[in-house]
């Protein structure tokens, strides 16, 4: 399996700050690294797919980079909305495994 | 749009088997183009791909949980179902189930149910 390892595990920021999140694969993944937001008792929601490909209705705050087996998910100008709990998953194989999640507080 | 909707009991006995289904509106689970998998998450935890099917009949099934689980497709309904056998405790969890999209290759899962919680007790 590919073991996805996020960091931080937590963070603390302000409305308005400029965040970033790293996601590290244990072998390659190439660009098959997708970053959802989930926030409390919700379902998550994909951000990012691709590496670097802003989903539908996604706010251009979010953006995302990163081959192979280095990735960050950066968000600028945070927003109220914005703290809740970010994940990474890769696609590249099977089984699809997630990272351990980053708490986003404020 | 998609939707899509889990069901099934939120309380299971240890050694029983667990049975969710899925329920999808607005696509079909016949689709090539999609994998229709499941997903879960402890309470406060992570969250843990289950697997999935795809062609209606083709699955693949996280190793750890491979013995235990069975994903199946029910084209006349446009449902696809979960059955985890031998529960324990440890399979406490909200069961997601959402679409993977392939159709372009990318991989990555665009919509979700808004889950369920499974408590195993006795």
């Known amino acids: 399996d590919i073991q996805m390892t996020q960091s931080p595990s937590s963070l603390s920021a302000s409305v308005g700050d400029r965040v970033t999140i790293t996601c590290r694969a244990s072998?390659?993944?190439?660009?098959?690294l997708n970053w959802y937001q989930q926030k409390l008792g919700k379902a998550p929601k994909v951000l990012i797919y691709?590496?670097?490909s802003l989903q539908s209705g996604v706010p251009s705050r979010f953006s995302g980079s990163g081959s192979g087996t280095d990735f960050t998910l950066t968000i600028s100008n945070l927003q109220p909305e914005d703290f809740a709990t970010y994940y990474c998953?890769?696609?590249?194989?099977?089984?699809?495994?997630f990272g351990q999640g980053t708490k986003l507080e404020i | 749009q998609v939707q899509l909707q889990e069901s099934g009991p939120g309380l299971v006995k240890p050694s029983e088997t667990l049975s969710l289904t899925c329920t999808v509106s607005?696509?079909?689970?016949?689709?090539?183009?999609?994998?229709w998998s499941w997903i879960r998450q402890p309470p406060g935890k992570g969250l843990e791909w289950i697997g999935y099917?795809?062609?209606?009949?083709?699955?693949y099934y996280n190793p750890s949980l491979e013995s235990r689980v069975t994903i199946s497709v029910d084209t006349s309904k446009n449902q696809f179902s979960l059955k985890l056998t031998s529960v324990t405790a440890a399979d406490t969890a909200v069961y997601y189930c959402?679409?993977?999209?392939?159709?372009?290759?990318?991989?990555?899962?665009?919509?979700w149910g808004q889950g369920t919680l499974v408590t195993v007790s006795s």
């Open positions: 959402a679409r993977e999209d392939s159709s372009s290759s990318d991989d990555y899962l665009d919509y």
């Open positions: 607005g696509g079909s689970v016949s689709s090539g183009s999609y994998y």
């Open positions: 099917i795809y062609y209606s009949e083709s699955t």
């Open positions: 072998q390659t993944v190439r660009r098959y």
């Open positions: 691709a590496a670097s």
């Open positions: 998953q890769q696609s590249f194989s099977n089984p699809r495994t």
